[in-house]
């Protein structure tokens, strides 16, 4: 692989590895994209304020989450169709995150099944992020399955109740369903790459990459003109279904996408183990605030009661720690993780990884932090204690 030392590198190289649709349904945001500009603005607005002298030589990222005890406080998030970046991607995905010893979540439209990521990652801690299907008996029926695989923790997304608008998808003529356009045959052909190493690997093995959890009775292939009404997104989604799927799910319940306090005493109230402060990346309403501003009134009012996670818009290993000074318990990386897949398949996701404990380590060496329960007491700026 070529020198990638940073998140920009790894970027650059999926930008040249990428047919340019599926690069942009990655890599942006939505309508005027001030969503992602307010993301990155909140974490660079963030200083840590360091401890010297502690006479400590070496930090520990170990962390304990939801009374596991794991690598570094990192989580793969949830990203759908990360089959496309890499024949195969989820289950890279699993290895690479298994390797480091963190868990890896499983998006609902992930392109590969829980099982099949089951067989070719046996070791990797997976979790499970669900969107709801309207259709409630098949979406119980999706939760025996991954509860089969041995997923621990289920997300349920609550922040995407419709799709967002996203108008460079549109004039990529990239969205389920696929609309092959003239402009983007060519944009395929400009990426043999990812045309022989991705498409034609999938065609001439499994056929069109499909969304790899749907029923088989509604199973769509990514060019089809419609996907079935039963597995549409529940676009009315109530507390009445949190507190259902507290009673079907046996293993932790996170729910992923809450911003505002009264909410996070709601998820503490139906019973849910966890929630994620998260803006979708940037992805899903472009006037939302940045969790940064956010975490510090939910954990002044659910810490210990909750296990908060963060996530949007980390580059950087200094971002993670930004969040977790913050409060956060964990962080989830998005972006990051795809980029190295596009970059190097599975060990390009391993290096990723890689870097953001480096960084982190590099960081907390500076702060005098050498535990990461020693970092959640970091001071920032806009928090000073
Ligand atoms: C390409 C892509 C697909 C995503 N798909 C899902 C998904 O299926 N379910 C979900 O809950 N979140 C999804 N997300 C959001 C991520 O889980 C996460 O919240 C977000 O990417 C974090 O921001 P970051 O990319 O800046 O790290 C997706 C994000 C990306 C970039």
């Given at each position: 692989m070529p020198m990638l030392l940073n998140a920009s590198d790894y970027r650059s190289r999926a930008r040249q590895f990428l047919p340019r649709g599926l690069f942009e349904y990655i890599d942006r945001g939505s309508e005027d994209e001030t969503a992602l500009a307010r993301l990155r603005g909140s974490l660079d607005a963030i200083t840590l304020l360091p401890a010297v002298?502690?006479?400590?030589?070496r930090c520990d990222l170990d962390t304990v989450l939801f009374g596991r005890r794991i690598a570094a406080p990192l989580i793969v998030a949830p990203t759908a169709l990360a089959g496309l970046v890499s024949h195969d991607g989820e289950t890279k995905l699993a290895r690479a995150a298994s390797r480091i010893g963190i868990p890896v979540c499983i998006s609902t439209?992930?392109?590969?099944s829980i099982e099949a990521i089951r067989r070719g990652a046996p070791d990797a801690l997976l979790w499970f992020q669900l969107y709801v299907w309207r259709d409630r008996a098949l979406t119980a029926r999706l939760l025996e399955r991954a509860s089969a695989c041995g997923c621990d923790n289920l997300l349920v997304t609550v922040d995407t109740p419709v799709s967002p608008n996203r108008e460079y998808n549109e004039r990529n003529g990239f969205g389920i369903p696929f609309k092959p356009r003239l402009r983007s045959m060519i944009d395929v052909a400009l990426h043999p790459g990812w045309l022989f190493g991705v498409l034609a690997h999938y065609l001439m093995g499994e056929g069109v990459p499909t969304?790899?959890?749907?029923?088989e009775a509604f199973?769509?292939?990514?060019?089809?003109a419609d996907i079935a009404e039963a597995v549409r997104?529940?676009?009315?989604?109530s507390w009445d279904d949190m507190r259902w799927l507290r009673e079907i799910w046996p293993g932790k319940l996170t729910i992923k996408g809450v911003l505002a306090v009264d909410d996070a005493e709601r998820a503490a109230g139906i019973g849910a183990d966890g929630i994620v402060v998260s803006v979708h990346g940037g992805r899903n309403l472009d006037c939302l605030p940045p969790p940064a501003d956010c975490i510090p009134a939910i954990v002044a009012a659910v810490k210990g009661r909750l296990t908060i996670l963060a996530d949007s818009g980390v580059r950087r290993g200094t971002d993670v720690l930004k969040y977790l000074a913050l409060g956060a318990e964990a962080v989830l990386l998005g972006r990051l993780p795809l980029w190295g897949l596009a970059a190097g398949g599975e060990q390009g996701a391993e290096a990723v990884l890689r870097m953001v404990l480096r960084e982190m380590e590099t960081g907390m060496a500076f702060l005098g932090a050498h535990c990461v329960p020693a970092l959640r007491n970091g001071r920032t700026s806009e928090q000073p204690n």
């Amino acid at each position: 692989m070529p020198m990638l030392l940073n998140a920009s590198d790894y970027r650059s190289r999926a930008r040249q590895f990428l047919p340019r649709g599926l690069f942009e349904y990655i890599d942006r945001g939505s309508e005027d994209e001030t969503a992602l500009a307010r993301l990155r603005g909140s974490l660079d607005a963030i200083t840590l304020l360091p401890a010297v002298l502690t006479g400590r030589d070496r930090c520990d990222l170990d962390t304990v989450l939801f009374g596991r005890r794991i690598a570094a406080p990192l989580i793969v998030a949830p990203t759908a169709l990360a089959g496309l970046v890499s024949h195969d991607g989820e289950t890279k995905l699993a290895r690479a995150a298994s390797r480091i010893g963190i868990p890896v979540c499983i998006s609902t439209q992930s392109v590969t099944s829980i099982e099949a990521i089951r067989r070719g990652a046996p070791d990797a801690l997976l979790w499970f992020q669900l969107y709801v299907w309207r259709d409630r008996a098949l979406t119980a029926r999706l939760l025996e399955r991954a509860s089969a695989c041995g997923c621990d923790n289920l997300l349920v997304t609550v922040d995407t109740p419709v799709s967002p608008n996203r108008e460079y998808n549109e004039r990529n003529g990239f969205g389920i369903p696929f609309k092959p356009r003239l402009r983007s045959m060519i944009d395929v052909a400009l990426h043999p790459g990812w045309l022989f190493g991705v498409l034609a690997h999938y065609l001439m093995g499994e056929g069109v990459p499909t969304y790899g959890h749907y029923p088989e009775a509604f199973r769509t292939a990514i060019t089809r003109a419609d996907i079935a009404e039963a597995v549409r997104i529940e676009p009315h989604l109530s507390w009445d279904d949190m507190r259902w799927l507290r009673e079907i799910w046996p293993g932790k319940l996170t729910i992923k996408g809450v911003l505002a306090v009264d909410d996070a005493e709601r998820a503490a109230g139906i019973g849910a183990d966890g929630i994620v402060v998260s803006v979708h990346g940037g992805r899903n309403l472009d006037c939302l605030p940045p969790p940064a501003d956010c975490i510090p009134a939910i954990v002044a009012a659910v810490k210990g009661r909750l296990t908060i996670l963060a996530d949007s818009g980390v580059r950087r290993g200094t971002d993670v720690l930004k969040y977790l000074a913050l409060g956060a318990e964990a962080v989830l990386l998005g972006r990051l993780p795809l980029w190295g897949l596009a970059a190097g398949g599975e060990q390009g996701a391993e290096a990723v990884l890689r870097m953001v404990l480096r960084e982190m380590e590099t960081g907390m060496a500076f702060l005098g932090a050498h535990c990461v329960p020693a970092l959640r007491n970091g001071r920032t700026s806009e928090q000073p204690n």
